[in-house]
């Protein structure tokens, strides 16, 4: 079975950086473009950033544009998430998910396997 496994996440103060990592195992993700999404304690879960599957183009939602970086290194099979000057809006678990070939990147059922997510806590 096809499983996702994100690392990286832990408790940062505000103005601080992580780096989250993700790969899957079972089966190379080399072909398809990838997604994080994050999920806030009551809130809905929210799109982040699509990857293309080169790591060529990337689509971030507003709220992380110039803070978050996303890339990939395909010959590790992994993703990797860039997260720069925190706030406290961006406490949340973050997941990554492959994305199905379809250009509605934002949308959570574009996406067909996600991982178990990692929570980042951004302190004030």
């Known amino acids: 079975q096809v499983q996702l496994m994100e690392s990286g996440g832990g408790l940062v103060q505000v103005g601080g950086s992580l780096r989250l990592s993700c790969a899957p195992s079972?089966?190379?993700?080399?072909?398809?473009?990838m997604g994080w999404f994050r999920q806030a304690p009551g809130k809905q879960r929210e799109f982040v950033v699509a990857?293309?599957?080169?790591?060529?183009?990337?689509y971030y939602a507003d709220s992380v544009k110039g803070r978050f970086t996303a890339s990939r290194d395909n010959a590790k099979n992994t993703v990797f998430l860039q997260m720069n000057s925190l706030k406290p809006e961006d406490t949340a678990v973050y997941y990554c998910?492959?994305?199905?070939?379809?250009?509605?990147?934002?949308?959570?059922?574009?996406?067909?396997?996600w991982g178990q997510g990692t929570q980042v806590t951004v302190s004030s």
């Open positions: 990857i293309s599957w080169s790591g060529g183009s990337s």
């Open positions: 998910a492959r994305r199905q070939g379809s250009s509605r990147y934002a949308a959570l059922d574009t996406y067909d396997y």
């Open positions: 079972g089966r190379t993700f080399s072909w398809y473009g």
